[in-house]
Each structure stands twice: as structure tokens, then as C-alpha cells.
């Protein structure tokens, strides 16, 4: 059983959670994940670490109520548990000085993100900041971002704040000598990033976090094409280069489970738990 | 010990199972279990030879005469107790050993009828002890010592139930949220009830081990960290990773590795889905590739799960596929189709990105392999289609690989399995092995064999360092 320390709701339907987990804590590096299992009928899903505190002894994860996992998540409160959570999971992100860092985030992905900047600051880079959302009231972190960013840009789909799209980045990167990029977000997002960067041939890192079950190199359900090569997301990743991922079959395998997924989210919307 | 005077059955007691169909239609357990009157009769059937050939086939060394005889004497509890000296799990062995190619292989009876059904006698008394409630025998006196056990598989809880028994300390550190290993994530529902996984699990348990769940040992902590913190450790980590084919459209949706597949049904539920959250793609055609046991479980499972048909697709013949007899003949008997000296050369999609076929090439039987069994070989130009929207992919599974990765200097063959000597014992001090993780892909009881042989060489190292 793993207590919620804190839970916070960042804008609709967005939340933040604090959980006990010592141990976790003690080991995490940023880019990592959890899997949690909420109870014991609940499935297991992967989230990305987004920070944690050794001496509380918490992580911390971000998470957006978008089916009935994460609604149920997201009806939990302090004081609460959840019964399993398995951690840290994955390879960490590969943090030292590559000199100007580009760092894109997208959605809930600021949170995680935003534990990543903060490495590659102490490790000595300059981080250029771009927090984006679907819309301004959607936007998370972008205070704690503009912190620990040398400079900070934001950006929403449909342009309520900031750039509108990321076409901006084409241009920002003339302007500016850079030595990587990391995008992490949705998929479509780290779609467009990578393809936007391509030109320039700058290593662009995605964080990859597909439909799991185990996550520890079981099952195989988090295969992605990389390279031409079948890749376990979950033991290989969650980090890629963005330039070698078929990302139409990501999205295609994203969408696999959805018409169950739906049925859930109705079924617990209408009738709660039980059916 | 008095040989029976009556003459023997050579026909072995028939144990109830449910119609077959029904039974495709639902989880409930296959094979019904004996009667005490059954149980009794086969046991009479023991010819009680002098010297034992079927305890030379147990690779946990059960003294199998002496429960039968008890068996046959109505001793119910004595002949449990007689088979925990050496099995501590025999609910699970009794259900799913291999006791065709074990100890019921040597009986003396075989060789003019039916061997004895030694398998349904040790699930009777493991049945019988479950419903009256475990007993406990006493433990040894605490030899002050900690051995940390990483994997609640087969091999895990053997090695931890002996650990214990002798008096040491054991913690046992298992990455899933359940413990059982492949006996919880693999083995579907109607061939082990997960109730019966669970309570072998508590019985261990009882014996004073600590089973802590959701640590990946590699991850959470290192096999050094775990040496700093215990006298000797071992590994029992197993071969979890799924192999594909490496063939053209293995990721187009609804095509699964095996082990995602009975993940999702046995440890997840997903049979009970919306009930359960994890939700599963069956379709109406399903084609299982591979013979073994795991081919055989995710056939059947795909047909309780509403698929009107399933095959299985496997390149040779049926005299070379691995899967028990019995399993074999129960999914026969269940309706699934073999698809013999056949092998998917690609899966084909549809517009939606969704497997909707299956280019196969049909096989001919050539020379003996490394494995003994004749190497298929393709015939040119037998290219066919298969119309497929579900496929499952079960043609083995290799070692997992992160303590390897994350332990310098421990010893690890090509294959990534895990070095040792015949007892076990790695090339780092303290640290012992066994299981899948030693041998690659195998049995259950091998595994417990194994981890049983690891024990007694652990306490052998304990008491000399004490």
C-alpha cells in the first residue's frame, strides 16, 4: 500500500500526487516511471516520475483524468492509498553536459520534464524552456519551469497563449546554435518536434510511454519500431531517438485498447465501481 | 512393506473432468480432482515396489510410495505431511508436473498397463489438506541468519520454503503485484485455480517467509545492496522475456506475444473485463503459433474468450510438440484445430493497422537438430494465406535479463542464462541461482528441483561461515 502524501488538482482534470515510496525516492533519476495499480481489480499503468524527495521520502507523478483509471485516480485524496506501485522503471534519461539543451514539454509531460531540466542545469547546460498545452487553461508548470529554464517559451494548439503550434521552434533554431533536444509529450507533439528538427540534424530524444502491462520486459504490448528495429519501450526506453521511431504505429497501437477503454469510462461514469 | 494380495487394475481411476463443451466456455477448473473412494483406489493400484523407481523421476525426491500407501491406509494427513517433507507445492505439481515423462514413466505398472496416476494422488491430498486448513510443522530453531530470495516463481518459493524450514531468515522480493511466477501469470485459470496458487503461497508464508511484492530487484536495489543486507541470496528470476519471430507485421495490433496474452487473461483478469480494468482484443479467428505448453494455454483461453476459432499453427508434427499429452489431448477435445508443419512467413493488416492475415509456408521434417527433434525445413512454393484477426505469438521465452545487466563480474552464458555449478552456486560468493534463469525456458518442478538443490547448498554455505 503506497499512502498519497499530497494530491493536488493543477487545472481541470489535472493532477498531481505526491506518494509515499522511501525506497523509489532513494533510486529514481529523472526520465524513469512507475507502474500503479490502484486496487485490486485495477489495471496497471505507466507514469513518468516528475520529481521525488529523499528526506520525505515521496515521488511525485502528474496525471490527466482521461479514462477510468486516471478518473479514479484522480478521485482519490490525501491520506488515501493505492495498492501497488512498482518503481523506478525504465532507463533514465541520459543527463550530462551537451552544452544547449532544448527542452520541448508537452501536457501533463511538463511535470516530468520539468525533473529533467533541473538535471541538466546542475549538470552544466544551458536549457531552453517551451511548455506547451491543447490551451492556456491547460497549461501545468510553467512557473516551475521559468525557474530552473534559462529562457522559456509557451506555446498552445489553438494560440490562447503564447505561440499557436510549435512551428516557431523551425525558427528559433536558426537563431540559436543547439546541441540536443529532448521533446516529451504527446504523441503527436514529439511527432512534430522530431520532424520539425530533422533538417537541422540535432539528436532529438522522445519519451516513449505506450500501452504496458507488466513494464518490466514481459509482455512486450510497449513495442516500437526504432531504427527499423522491434523495441521494448519499457526496458529499452522509455527514451529515443525521435528521427527513428515509426510513430504511426505508435499511434496505431496507442488507439488498440480504445473502444474497452471508452466502455470502462462509461461504465464507471454512470455506475461507479461495480457494475 | 505387504504387497497387495488382490490382483491389480492395470486401468487407471478416470478422473472427472468437464464437458468439453461447456467447459470452452468458461475459467472453471478443467480437471475435476478425485473423490476420497477414487483416491482410494488408484492408491490400491501401488504396487509399493521395494526400490522405487518413480521417486528416481521426481526431481524433489517425494517418497511416493509411502503417501500412496497412506493414501490407501484413508491416512490423508500423514500422507500430505509425508509429501510436504519434500514438496511445498504440491497442489500446483499436482495439477501441472509432466508426471508422464517423471516418476509415473518408471512405474512398474506401466510396463503392463497404466502406470499410477501419481499426479491426481498428490493433488487429492493437497486438495484435502486445503479444505480441512494447513498445519504447521515445527520450525528449527532461528540459525540467526538472513537469505534474501529474488522471483516468487517455482524456483523462489521452493528455495524459500527450505530456507525457512531450516531455520534461517528469508525474504523473498518478486517484481509482480502477485506471488507465483508463471504459476499466477502464466498458467491460465482452469488448468491452476489462482486460489490454489495463492494459498500455496500463504503456506510458505506460515513457514515465517516475508514475500515482499513490487520490487525489481536490479532496479529498486542491486544484488550488492542485497548482499550488504542478507548472508547469501537466491536468484530464481526466471525466463520472462517473449521471443517474436522477427517476421514482417509482428506489431500490427491484435498480434501478442504469449505471455502479454496470458498476462492480460490470468494475472490481470481480463476474462472478467469491465469487472476487472484490463481489457483484451479477441477476435473471431485466432491463430496460436508455437506447441507448447504456452500454445496449448493461450489456444484454450482465446476460445473461453469468445473466439469462434482457434488454431493452433505449429511447423512440425504433432509426435515433436513439447506440450503434455494431456494438454494436448484437452484442447483437442475442446476444439482447436492444428495447423501441423506450417510457420507464418508475415502478418498482413488492414487499413486500420489491425492483422487481418497470415502468409504461411508449409513445412517438411529433415534431419535431427541440436534438439533432437527432425528440423523443419520449408517447401518452396507452399505459400498460403491464413485469414487471421487475432494471433498469438508462444514459441519460448528467454531469461530475464536485468540482474545480469545491472551485477558486474557475475558470470552469464550467450543465452543469458545465469552460470552455476550443479548446486546452484554462482561465481560470486553468497550468491546462488536457479530455475529458468540457469537452464533457460523448462518445468515447474524442474524449477523446484532446482530451487530446492540451491537450499540445502545455501544452508551447507550458512553453517560453515556461522
Known amino acids: 500500500m503506497h499512502r498519497i502524501v499530497t494530491k493536488r488538482e493543477l487545472v481541470s482534470h489535472i493532477n498531481l500526487f505526491e506518494f509515499s515510496a522511501k525506497e523509489i525516492a532513494a533510486k529514481v533519476k529523472p526520465g524513469q516511471f512507475v507502474i500503479l495499480k490502484v486496487d485490486e481489480k485495477g489495471e496497471r499503468i505507466p507514469l513518468t516520475i516528475a520529481g521525488a524527495d529523499v528526506e520525505k521520502g515521496t515521488i511525485t507523478v502528474v496525471c490527466h483524468e482521461v479514462g477510468k483509471t486516471t478518473r479514479r485516480l484522480g478521485s482519490l485524496k490525501d491520506g488515501d492509498c493505492i495498492l501497488d506501485l512498482l518503481g523506478p522503471l525504465g532507463k533514465p534519461a541520459e543527463i550530462r553536459k551537451f552544452g544547449t539543451v532544448l527542452c520541448i514539454g508537452g501536457g501533463v509531460m511538463v511535470a516530468p520534464l520539468h525533473f529533467q531540466v533541473r538535471a541538466f542545469r546542475e549538470a552544466g547546460n544551458v536549457v531552453i524552456g517551451v511548455v506547451g498545452a491543447r490551451t492556456a487553461n491547460q497549461l501545468i508548470f510553467e512557473d516551475e519551469m521559468r525557474q530552473v529554464c534559462d529562457e522559456l517559451y509557451v506555446a498552445t494548439d489553438d494560440g490562447t497563449k503564447g505561440y499557436k503550434g510549435l512551428d516557431f521552434l523551425g525558427d528559433l533554431f536558426k537563431e540559436r546554435r543547439t546541441d540536443r533536444v529532448v521533446a516529451v509529450g504527446p504523441i503527436v507533439m514529439m511527432k512534430t518536434v522530431s520532424e520539425l528538427i530533422r533538417p537541422f540534424g540535432i539528436p532529438t530524444i522522445v519519451n516513449l510511454i505506450p500501452v504496458m502491462v507488466d513494464g518490466m520486459g514481459m509482455c512486450g504490448a510497449c513495442r516500437v519500431t526504432v531504427g527499423g528495429k522491434t523495441m521494448f519501450a519499457c526496458v529499452d526506453g522509455p527514451d529515443f531517438d525521435g528521427h527513428q521511431v515509426d510513430f504511426e504505429e505508435l499511434v496505431t497501437r496507442m488507439k488498440m485498447y480504445a473502444p474497452q477503454e471508452k466502455l470502462a469510462f462509461v461504465f464507471y461514469e454512470k455506475g461507479g465501481r461495480s457494475l | ?466
Open chain 2, 1 to 466: 512393506m505387504s504387497k497387495p494380495k488382490a490382483k491389480i487394475r492395470k486401468e487407471v481411476v478416470p478422473m472427472p473432468k468437464q464437458d468439453p463443451k461447456q467447459r470452452s466456455r468458461n475459467f472453471n477448473e478443467v480437471a475435476l480432482g478425485y473423490t476420497e473412494e477414487q483416491a482410494v483406489s488408484e492408491a490400491e493400484r501401488c504396487l509399493q515396489c521395494g526400490e522405487a523407481q518413480c521417486v528416481k523421476g521426481c526431481p524433489v525426491e517425494v517418497d511416493i510410495p509411502a503417501f500412496i500407501n497412506l493414501i490407501r491406509e484413508r491416512r490423508f494427513g500423514e500422507a500430505i505431511r509425508k509429501v510436504k517433507e519434500k514438496n511445498s507445492l504440491p497442489a500446483v505439481c499436482g495439477r501441472v508436473c509432466p508426471q508422464e515423462e517423471q516418476c509415473q514413466a518408471n512405474c512398474t505398472l506401466g510396463k503392463v498397463g497404466d502406470p499410477v496416476s501419481v499426479g491426481r494422488l498428490e493433488r487429492f491430498v493437497a486438495d484435502w489438506e486445503r479444505e480441512q486448513g494447513y498445519e504447521i510443522s515445527q520450525k528449527s530453531t532461528s540459525t540467526g541468519m538472513k537469505v534474501a530470495v529474488v522471483g516468487a516463481g517455482p524456483a523462489g518459493l521452493t528455495a524459500a520454503a527450505e530456507l525457512a524450514k531450516l531455520g534461517h531468515e528469508v525474504v523473498v522480493f518478486e517484481a509482480l503485484h502477485k506471488p507465483g511466477g508463471v504459476l499466477i501469470y502464466g498458467i491460465p485459470e482452469f488448468r491452476l485455480p489462482k486460489k490454489i496458487v495463492e494459498a500455496e503461497a500463504e503456506y510458505i508464508g506460515k513457514l515465517g517467509v516475508a514475500i515482499k511484492m513490487n520490487v525489481m530487484v536490479g532496479k529498486l536495489y542491486t544484488l550488492k545492496e542485497l548482499l550488504e543486507r542478507f548472508d547469501a541470496v537466491f536468484l530464481g528470476t526466471g525466463a520472462g522475456l517473449p521471443l517474436f519471430m522477427r517476421v514482417p507485421g509482428e506489431n500490427l495490433c491484435g498480434v501478442y506475444s504469449a505471455n502479454e496474452f496470458l498476462i492480460r487473461v490470468n494475472l490481470m483478469k481480463a476474462y472478467a473485463f469491465p469487472e476487472y480494468d484490463t481489457p483484451i482484443c479477441v477476435g473471431e479467428r485466432v491463430a496460436v503459433v508455437g506447441g507448447g505448453n504456452v500454445a496449448m494455454d493461450a489456444a484454450r483461453c482465446a476460445l473461453r474468450l469468445g473466439a469462434r476459432e482457434v488454431k493452433i499453427v505449429y511447423r512440425r508434427s504433432h509426435e515433436e510438440m513439447p506440450a503434455r499429452a494431456e494438454e494436448i489431448e484437452n484442447a483437442e477435445e475442446e476444439g482447436i484445430i492444428f495447423e501441423f508443419l506450417t510457420n507464418p512467413k508475415r502478418f498482413i493488416g488492414n487499413e486500420r493497422g489491425w492483422v487481418k492475415a497470415m502468409e504461411c509456408i508449409r513445412m517438411c521434417l529433415g534431419e535431427p537438430d541440436e534438439s533432437g527433434r527432425r528440423r523443419p525445413v520449408p517447401i518452396e512454393g507452399s505459400d498460403f494465406m491464413m485469414d487471421e484477426d487475432t494471433v498469438v505469438i508462444a514459441i519460448g521465452r528467454s531469461p530475464n535479463p536485468v540482474i545480469q545487466q545491472t551485477t558486474e563480474g557475475l558470470q552469464v552464458t550467450k543465452w543469458g542464462t545465469i552460470v552455476t555449478d550443479e548446486n546452484g552456486k554462482t561465481n560470486i560468493e553468497g550468491v546462488y541461482a536457479g530455475g529458468d534463469i540457469v537452464t533457460g525456458e523448462a518445468t515447474v518442478i524442474s524449477a523446484m528441483g532446482a530451487g530446492k538443490k540451491a537450499a540445502r547448498a545455501i544452508h551447507e554455505y550458512l553453517m560453515n561461515k556461522k
